[in-house]
């Protein structure tokens, strides 16, 4: 393996002529370039990263912060973030804040440290917390799934979502819709927005459409609910595939069947829901199209180039249970 020094060396040019063709550049001939070009091959040349970045004042990196890796939402977007960072020749760099505010804000801190040339966030906590944070860091910030104005964001409609959800159960018969939420107990203590704008909006379709509504948070009271069996056609919407999934655990061992009992639809579409039966309906959000979304919002902020929020365009997947 060679250094820049080495390699122009070898080929009899300057180091900056060994920049220039290895970077594509005009100002060097076909011929010198190809040279350039076959003797790196040869010899295994390597960049050194940390002078390109003094010449450049890039680093090539990327800080990424997420939840957690538990939920496959987040592994799914993050790896299609990180495919199509790697295509624009940046390395991703990724921290977890387990959803505490500490934690994330220390990762903000660490990555302005490591000079990374752009943030991705899906955000925890609250635009008052992490504020003066973001404003510290110097490079372009994007954020997906909870808003953090005036931050740029990449999502989709939530209340677009929650409300074709809705009229979709009402389409099937159904005439009592739960919303199941248990995130909203952590309301006003961290970043719900994704959250609070799904749980506003299943009211307001709700009443809109005519049947009769509950939204629950408490895991024990709705699995008492499915316990004791449902009295009208009723349906329950989840705020995520993983309690639509802990529901339809819950049902079986309860000796209720769905959707015989009561509709269930949960919201993601994540991987797993390949895999259980019966097959959970569902609202999308395409994790691949937001990686891909989220890495091109940010390349074009890096350019200066002030392109539109992105809103991803979510559907809703039929299944099984409604």
């Known amino acids: 393996m060679i250094d820049s020094y080495a390699l122009a060396k070898l080929c009899g040019v300057s180091r900056g002529t060994v920049d220039r063709a290895l970077n594509g550049r005009a100002e060097v001939s076909e011929k010198t370039k190809s040279r350039i070009l076959r ?11 940390l002078g390109r970045a003094l010449v450049t004042g890039r680093t090539m990196t990327v800080g990424v912060i997420v939840f957690d890796l538990a939920n496959s939402f987040f592994t799914e977007i993050v790896s299609a973030l990180e495919a199509s960072l790697r295509e624009m020749g940046y390395r ?5 804040s387990q959803k505490d505010s500490a ?3 220390e990762s903000i801190d660490y990555f302005a440290q490591k000079k990374v040339d752009g943030l991705v966030l899906m955000p925890c906590s609250r635009a008052d917390d992490v504020g003066r944070h973001l404003k510290s860091f110097s ?3 994007v954020t997906f799934g909870n808003r953090l104005p005036p931050v740029s964001f990449i999502g989709i409609d939530e209340r677009a979502a929650i409300r074709d959800a809705v009229l979709h159960a009402v389409s099937k018969g159904y ?12 309301k006003g203590s961290m970043n719900l927005w994704a959250q609070e704008e799904r749980y506003a909006g299943f009211a307001a379709v709700a009443e809109g459409a005519a049947v ?3 939204s629950i948070i408490d895991g024990a009271q709705i699995e008492k609910l499915i316990a004791g069996g449902f009295s009208g056609r009723t ?3 989840c705020s995520n595939d993983i309690y639509a999934i802990e529901l339809l655990r819950h049902a079986e061992s309860s000796g209720r069947c769905i959707p015989r009992d009561f509709g269930l639809i949960g919201f993601d579409n994540i991987a797993p829901l390949a895999y259980i039966k019966p097959r959970i309906t569902t609202v999308a959000y395409p994790t691949e199209n937001t990686g891909r979304a989220l ?3 940010l390349l074009a902020l890096m350019k200066k180039d002030a392109a539109a929020e992105g809103t991803i365009v979510h559907e809703i997947v039929p299944g099984e249970t409604l």
């Open 103 to 105: 934690l994330e804000i």
């Open 235 to 237: 349906a329950v919407i």
């Open 295 to 297: 890495a091109a919002k």
């Open 39 to 49: 003797m790196a091959a040869k010899h295994g040349y390597k960049p050194n990263e």
């Open 92 to 96: 991703m760099l990724l921290s977890l």
């Open 212 to 214: 009769s509504h509950e």
């Open 175 to 186: 005439r009592h819709i739960i919303y199941y939420c248990p995130p909203m107990r952590h």
């Open 139 to 141: 490079g372009p910030v």
